[in-house]
């Protein structure tokens, strides 16, 4: 068992609900399961106040109707994935595109498992489109392990897995499970975003944006 493992994560909601280790109304695949829909939840606040948090590493899309989409790929529950958290590069280099609408004059238009040239139009890339995003997590079991990160603050999964053990089964007050997943996560928010203070402002360093009417290789569908 590792520090803040999935089996370590287990031990935890076991000793502060005051539960045996071997339970029959509350067995490890129960605890499991609401610790998969703690972890969601988080994945979701954290992609929201400081996504740079859980960000992965580009990732190259690849078009598969001749450059009117892109679609983002599969999670990993086999579901085609919606991010939480996109930002989209032109390629490797760098040069962020903008969303906007699709009669709009900027880059691509969301629909939420891809994106879209816009106005009808279609767009090969030599070595692009790039994302960074954040993806929504998988499932957390006694052969699969958390990601969210970093492990150290993982306790936000305990909490919260106990909150919805407490509500959801009426077994205890919660209120005590809520009082100390919200102080974690105030101090939590304090620290990420002290550590990543600078996210948001790489953009003002580009004058230039590269919009879609500017691209040599555009064409109309």
Request: negative net charge; glycine residues 8%.
């Amino acid at each position: 068992m590792a520090l803040y493992d999935a089996a370590d994560l287990l031990a935890r909601c076991q000793a502060y609900s005051n539960r045996p280790t071997t339970d029959a109304a509350f067995d490890s695949t129960f605890w499991y399961n609401r610790l998969t829909e703690a972890q969601t939840f988080w994945y979701g606040e954290i992609a929201a106040h400081c996504p740079h948090v859980l960000i992965g590493a580009p990732a190259t899309l690849t078009s598969v109707d001749g450059g009117y989409t892109f679609p983002f790929g599969t999670d990993v529950n086999g579901y085609a994935l919606v991010p939480l958290y996109v930002e989209v590069y032109r390629d490797s280099r760098g040069y962020e595109l903008i969303a906007t609408t699709y009669d709009g004059c900027d880059d691509f238009v969301i629909e939420a498992d891809k994106i879209r040239i816009p106005r009808g139009r279609t767009r090969q890339f030599s070595n692009g489109p790039l994302v960074r995003m954040v993806s929504p997590p998988g499932v957390i079991s006694a052969g699969s392990e958390p990601t969210m990160k970093p492990p150290t603050d993982r306790m936000l999964l305990v909490w919260k897995a106990l909150d919805l053990w407490a509500t959801v089964e009426g077994a205890r007050d919660p209120q005590p499970y809520r009082d100390q997943m919200l102080d974690l996560w105030r101090s939590c928010l304090t620290k990420w975003k002290r550590q990543f203070s600078t996210q948001g402002m790489v953009g003002s360093s580009y004058p230039e944006l590269a919009t879609w009417s500017s691209w040599p290789d555009i064409t109309v569908g």
